[in-house]
């Protein structure tokens, strides 16, 4: 099993499908991705979210975060935040392509995984 910790709008902009149209739907449909992959997959999913998405309907699985702050790289903070405290950060795979973020739980001891990569395995 894989404790994976995702930076959702590093991943959900990863892609150009114009999901700057509706950000907050954006989110939902997104949770509801992991959703299924925590399911199929067995693996804890924690997905940090820089705002309220609203409603996540249908989730089951993930365990959502919304971070604390406000403002850019607000979920990132948050990442570094969970990562600090968790009494086995190695254990953790962080999902961003946030350079800065990258070194920081590196630094903790997380594993990282692209988020082009991960969602590659998401669509798969």
Same mark, same amino acid.
């Given at each position: 099993?894989? &404790?994976?910790?995702?930076?959702?709008?590093?991943?959900?902009?990863?892609?150009?499908?114009?999901?700057?149209?509706?950000?907050?739907?954006?989110?939902?449909?997104?949770?509801?991705?992991?959703?299924? @992959?925590?399911?199929?997959?067995?693996?804890?999913?924690?997905?940090? @979210?820089?705002?309220?998405?609203?409603?996540?309907?249908?989730?089951?699985?993930?365990?959502?975060?919304? !971070?604390?702050?406000?403002?850019?790289? !607000? !979920?990132?903070?948050?990442?570094?935040?969970?990562?600090?405290?968790?009494?086995?950060?190695?254990?953790?795979?962080?999902?961003?392509?946030?350079? &800065?973020?990258?070194?920081?739980?590196?630094?903790?001891?997380?594993?990282?995984?692209?988020?082009?990569? @991960?969602?590659?395995?998401?669509? !798969?």
């Amino acid at each position: 099993m894989t &404790r994976w910790l995702v930076d959702a709008m590093n991943v959900i902009g990863s892609r150009p499908d114009k999901w700057w149209n509706d950000p907050k739907k954006a989110m939902r449909e997104f949770a509801v991705t992991l959703d299924d @992959f925590a399911t199929r997959t067995g693996d804890e999913v924690t997905v940090v @979210f820089d705002t309220d998405p609203g409603p996540l309907e249908g989730i089951h699985t993930i365990e959502p975060v919304i !971070a604390r702050r406000r403002g850019r790289n !607000a !979920a990132d903070h948050e990442i570094e935040q969970i990562v600090a405290a968790d009494d086995e950060p190695g254990s953790l795979r962080v999902v961003t392509s946030d350079r &800065r973020l990258v070194e920081k739980v590196t630094e903790l001891g997380a594993k990282v995984t692209s988020s082009g990569r @991960f969602r590659n395995q998401l669509d !798969a």
